[in-house]
Structures are given as structure tokens and as C-alpha cells.
């Protein structure tokens, strides 16, 4: 493998929002990983795509691009419904997988990715690149490091416009349980994700769902679906450390308030707010330890920032996600399991589905 780590996206297409606006560019970003490769569902779009990206070769296959010699690494970044298939067609080539969150459409396909990649030694790394961000790393050392002394209660709301009663033709499929990408996995997923991980895991829970929008008005093609996915989910439980946990995520409000979590201890609180999921960045902190009278702003420290000065000043999107190769890349060169990998995703997909059983048979789950 050479120095720079040549990276081939499956779903690198001009058409992928996602990756035309994260990975591509946090790879154009850091000296560590170059764009080699791209890979689309047809050969066209593909071929327009690398040329767009100065990518130097083009795929219509997952399993042609990473058996390429000119590339080191694959991401997959498409439709949580092809991951499965996408991972399992890489594998013959035995090199390291980046794959967006979720990992599977459920977790019995999550189950099966990691011990592919686990039983082959492939490096390996999930999405869940809130872990990266530096507001979530300042303040996971700093409930670690006692700023709030004992943590009592902590609660997180998230509230997004979306996926809610309206959507269009591109975002029917998060309408429907059955593919895996929907309000609880994907929202729900990297924020619950990132409060586990400033936190400590949920020891036990309870939780209620709900449909308030039975159906989605697909407003580009003036076509009205049944949804079957939940727009509205509401957690309470205990954490590893008994702190007490509340969470409400919601899609399809009017006017959208964004993220909130609030961190309690007995001598100090911690919050943070975003304008929208936690992934996205644009994190405001503030903070009062033992000796403060009220809330301050809390500034990160520069070297929770392990990006090129370049992206000193984006806001998180593109920074996240560059922060993640990065770390990825360290993970392949030096052996090292520092990413979130398929192991995580898993615990992730186990995490939702105690959420589910709770709230389908209102029982409190024990984790």
C-alpha cells in the first residue's frame, strides 16, 4: 500500500449529495487519502462522475473498483439498503471498508458484516462520525475529568423538520421501515450514538413511539404513500453510571429547534446545541463548573482539531467527516482500531432495537 491511502467511493456520484458534499471534499482536504476511484450504478454517471472529481478511474461495479490495484480503501456511501450488498462485494479484495450508518438494514445483516470483516482482519470503520467532532470529544473529557462532578441526569432533544408528513421521490424510501434508513436509525442512531459515547452506555430503558404522520405527501411527483416509520420516539432509562437519561427525537415539526443536550452533575452543568443532528456540526457549548455563578460559553481547545488549517473554519460537516479518514487512515498504517468500527455499529443496532421492544411491548429493557 502506498504512503497516501487511494480511497474509491462506491456511491461517488455527482447525483450523492452525501458524498459530493463530505467525503470528496474531506479527502481533498488531508495529505493522508487521495480519490482514485469512483463507482456508480452505471457506467455513464460514473465516468462523468470521476471526471468531476478528478478521480482517475470510473465503475459501474463494487466489486471492479475495489479489486483495482489503484485502490487502497472503499467507501461505501450509498442507500442503507445496498450496504449489505455492497460490503459483501468488496470482500473478495481483503481491503480496509469505510460504510456509512447504518451498517445494515437491521441488525442481523449488521451481525454478518462485522464477522466478515472481523473473520478476514479487514480495518474497518462506521459513519458515526459525530464521535470525531471536537465540541463531542471537549465534552466527553470533561464529564470524565469531573467539570460536573457526579453526573445526575442528562436529556437530549433533537427536533427536525423532516421526515415527518412531506417528503419527495429521492427520500421515499426513509418512509419505510422495512429498508432500515428512517428517523430512529439515522437521527436517532448518531445521536444516540454521541450521547452514549460523552456518556456512558444505557443500562436499562424504557420508550414510546409514534406515527403522527400516517402518510408522506411525495410533493415532487404529487403521490401520497402510507409511512409505516415512527416520527416521534421518547427514551427514559439509567446510564452505566446511573445518571438519568431522557430523550425525545421527533421529525416533521413546523418550525425545527434542533438539538439540545443538557448534561446535570452535582457541581457543574454542560450544554450543547446544534441547529440540526449532531453529525452535522455547528455546536455551541456552554458550561458552568463549581465555581461559576452561570452558564459561560466553553471554547474548544485547538488540539481537539486534527484537520489541515483549511477546514479550520467549516463548520463540522465536511470537518467531521474529514477528522474520521483521518483517523482511519492512522488505524491502517499503524494497526490501530481507533474509528468506530462494525463492532460499534452493531452495539448501535442493539441499542435501537431495545429502544423498539420497549416501546412495542412497554416493557423496561435491561441491557
Known sequence: MSKKIRA?????????????????P??????????????????????KSAEAFQAAHAFDKAEDLAQHPDVDMVVVSVNVQEHYRA?????????????????????TEALEMQDWVESRQLNNAIGLQARQAPAVNYVKDLVADGYVGKVLSANLKISIDGMGGVGDKASAYLYDRKTGGNLFT???GHNLDAFTYMLGEFKELSAVTAQQFPEVEL?????????????????TGKLDNDAVANV??????????????????????????????????????????????ELQELLI??????????????????LNVAQAH???????????????GFAEAVKLHQLLDAVEKAAQTGERQYL
Not at 254 to 271: N, P, S, W
Not at 326 to 340: C, Y
Open 87 to 107: 460490503v459483501k462485494a468488496i470482500l473478495p479484495a481483503e481491503k480496509p471498508i469505510y460504510c456509512e450508518w447504518p451498517l445494515g438494514s437491521n441488525t
Open 301 to 318: 481547545p485547538d488540539h481537539y482539531y486534527r484537520v489541515p488549517d483549511s477546514l479550520k473554519n467549516d463548520a463540522g460537516f465536511v
Open 186 to 188: 439515522i437521527v436517532g
Open 26 to 47: 474531506a479527502i481533498e482536504h488531508l495529505n493522508e487519502v487521495e480519490l482514485t476511484a469512483v463507482g456508480t450504478s452505471n457506467m455513464e454517471s460514473a465516468k
Open 248 to 293: 425525545h427525537i421527533q421529525g416533521g415539526v413546523k418550525h425545527q429547534t434542533g438539538l439540545t443536550i443538557e448534561i446535570f452533575g452535582d457541581k457543574g452543568t454542560i450544554v450543547l446545541d446544534a441547529p440540526a443532528t449532531i453529525q452535522f456540526g455547528s455546536h455551541q457549548l456552554r458550561g458552568a463548573g463549581p465555581d461559576d455563578s
Open 8 to 24: 474509491g467511493i462506491i456511491g461517488g456520484s455527482v447525483n450523492n449529495g452525501w458524498a459530493k458534499g463530505t467525503h470528496i
Open 326 to 340: 483521518r483517523t482511519f487512515a492512522k488505524d491502517i498504517h499503524e494497526g490501530t482500531s481507533q474509528a468506530p
Open 219 to 235: 410533493v415532487d411527483i404529487q403521490k401520497v404513500m402510507e409511512k409505516t416509520t415512527d416520527d416521534q420516539i421518547l427514551i
